[in-house]
């Protein structure tokens, strides 16, 4: 088959534990007209040679072997300065340094992995400040416990300038120091219309304290053009999503005018393990704008107190509230319900027009005096005249009865259906 595409380019996956090199023909031939090269950690050595100084590879993605303890080979580092095509790296699962690696300028997409978080080799600040400011063609940049600083407080220059990456479309960063992460973003800038997203694991107790600082960092990376403040655009927030993605783990999604219609992925996302609610909402309040938030989705996020609620009760923009699966409806009804009559003072939520409920079971709080329906009943009906729900919209409900649905429906519109995969 080989022999047959001629000349045509050629993408190549390689396992050594799958593919017998040596019994392929005219590798060498191959190997030059090769645009894209997947290989196996156990094929490195036998293929590479082939590819010195190929004018054609685009891109090179490669697998590290199964321990955890294997340093990225000096032959593949030195390879990697002699490919001038190439435009998209990836490595993953190699013990690996930012000394090690050659700064390539040609690349508009890098993606590397240390293997977990674990024998990494500690980097002076200044080596990733030099690649990354070489690299001003990355559109894609994602790097997974690649940051391993000294214990430094400060580990870059504050003489520094920061390192613009204009044609940067996505950041993606996973690290388990949340201290590296904050210091590589002092020193970055972004375009606006870039997508950011941000895991730290392993958090500290004293830092919940420090992620309203944090976030605050982040939002800082965002260019913005005229008189307006870094990172202004993104800290308006149209779109808001919190939720529980494992246990202990938990996450803030951001959307900005510019994609907040719609389900589009949002701007930014972050998420903490662990982290407590409280040190993550409060984070949230100390770093963004949420005058203007208009759709907020809690989802599994069972832990929400009246106190938390707090942060949203005044919110005049937000129209529509979304909760998925067990995300502390009770508590948001107990703070719906709870309107002054016969008063000037606008209820909570005061510009809640839509309420939508998605795999909700009706019967998981069965400790309550009240039950759920009820409870949603009464909050529902208490709402002040021009303050009204106009639909409350139910997707793949749990216990939920046709009774209750028609008795919602006696003081809102309800949309009431099943999803079909």
């Known amino acids: 088959?080989?022999?047959?595409?001629?000349?045509?380019?050629?993408?190549?996956?390689?396992?050594?534990?799958?593919?017998?090199?040596?019994?392929?023909?005219?590798?060498?031939?191959?190997?030059?007209?090769?645009?894209?090269?997947?290989?196996?950690?156990?094929?490195?050595?036998?293929?590479?040679?082939?590819?010195?100084?190929?004018?054609?590879?685009?891109?090179?993605?490669?697998?590290?072997?199964?321990?955890?303890?294997?340093v990225i080979?000096?032959?593949?580092t030195h390879a990697l300065a002699r490919f001038p095509a190439l435009k998209c790296l990836e490595i993953w699962d190699f013990v690996m340094g930012w000394e090690a690696l050659p700064a390539i300028t040609t690349l508009t997409t890098l993606k590397l992995c240390h293997h977990q978080a674990i024998n990494r080799i500690r980097d002076p600040a200044s080596s990733i400040y030099q690649h990354l400011s070489s690299m001003q063609k990355l559109e894609v940049l994602s790097l997974d416990y690649m940051l391993f600083f000294e214990l430094d407080p400060q580990p870059f220059s504050v003489s520094l300038p920061k390192v613009l990456l204009p044609n940067l479309k996505e950041l993606h960063i996973t690290n388990d120091r949340i201290?590296?992460?904050?210091?590589?973003?002092?020193?970055?800038?972004?375009?606006?219309?870039?997508?950011?997203?941000v895991k730290a694991d392993s958090l500290l107790e004293e830092d919940?304290?420090?992620?309203?600082?944090?976030?605050?960092?982040?939002?800082?990376?965002?260019?913005?053009?005229?008189?307006?403040?870094?990172?202004?655009?993104?800290?308006?927030?149209?779109?808001?999503?919190?939720?529980?993605?494992?246990?202990?783990?938990?996450?803030?999604?951001?959307?900005?005018?510019?994609?907040s219609v719609g389900e589009g992925r949002p701007k930014l996302m972050v998420r903490?393990?662990?982290?407590?609610?409280?040190?993550?909402?409060?984070?949230?309040?100390?770093?963004?704008?949420?005058?203007?938030?208009?759709?907020?989705?809690?989802?599994?996020?069972?832990?929400?107190?009246?106190?938390?609620?707090?942060?949203?009760?005044?919110?005049?923009?937000?129209?529509t509230i979304?909760?998925?699966?067990?995300?502390?409806?009770h508590t948001f009804l107990r703070t719906m319900a709870t309107t002054q009559p016969r008063t000037s003072i606008p209820p909570p939520f005061p510009a809640l027009r839509k309420l939508v409920l998605y795999s909700v079971n009706f019967k998981q709080y069965d400790d309550l005096l009240l039950s759920i329906p009820s409870m949603l009943f009464e909050a529902i009906k208490n709402r002040p005249v021009g303050y009204l729900l106009h639909k409350?919209?139910?997707?793949?409900?749990?216990n939920l009865s046709r009774g209750t649905v028609a008795r919602l429906s006696e003081v809102v519109e309800v949309d009431w259906y099943v999803e079909v995969n």
């Not at 913005?224 to 939720?243: D, H, Q, S, W």
């Not at 704008?289 to 938390?308: A, E, K, Q, V």
């Open 208 to 259: 919940g304290e420090r992620i309203s600082d944090f976030l605050k960092t982040v939002v800082t990376m965002y260019e913005t053009t005229g008189p307006c403040p870094e990172g202004a655009a993104i800290r308006r927030v149209f779109k808001l999503r919190v939720e529980e993605t494992s246990k202990g783990a938990r996450s803030a999604s951001f959307w900005d005018e510019t994609n």
């Open 73 to 76: 080979p000096e032959e593949l």
């Open 1 to 70: 088959m080989l022999d047959r595409s001629q000349t045509a380019l050629l993408e190549i996956i390689l396992d050594d534990r799958k593919n017998d090199i040596g019994e392929i023909d005219d590798l060498g031939l191959h190997c030059q007209r090769c645009r894209v090269l997947d290989l196996d950690y156990d094929a490195l050595f036998c293929i590479l040679p082939e590819f010195d100084h190929s004018a054609v590879l685009q891109t090179l993605r490669i697998h590290g072997p199964r321990v955890y303890h294997e």
């Open 272 to 319: 903490f393990l662990p982290l407590s609610l409280t040190f993550l909402l409060g984070g949230i309040q100390g770093a963004f704008d949420l005058s203007s938030l208009r759709h907020l989705t809690i989802s599994y996020l069972d832990d929400m107190t009246t106190s938390n609620w707090s942060l949203f009760y005044s919110v005049k923009a937000s129209e």
């Open 392 to 398: 409350l919209k139910i997707i793949n409900a749990e």
């Open 179 to 197: 201290h590296c992460i904050q210091a590589l973003f002092t020193v970055l800038s972004v375009p606006r219309t870039a997508v950011i997203e």
């Open 322 to 329: 979304r909760f998925e699966g067990k995300a502390s409806l």
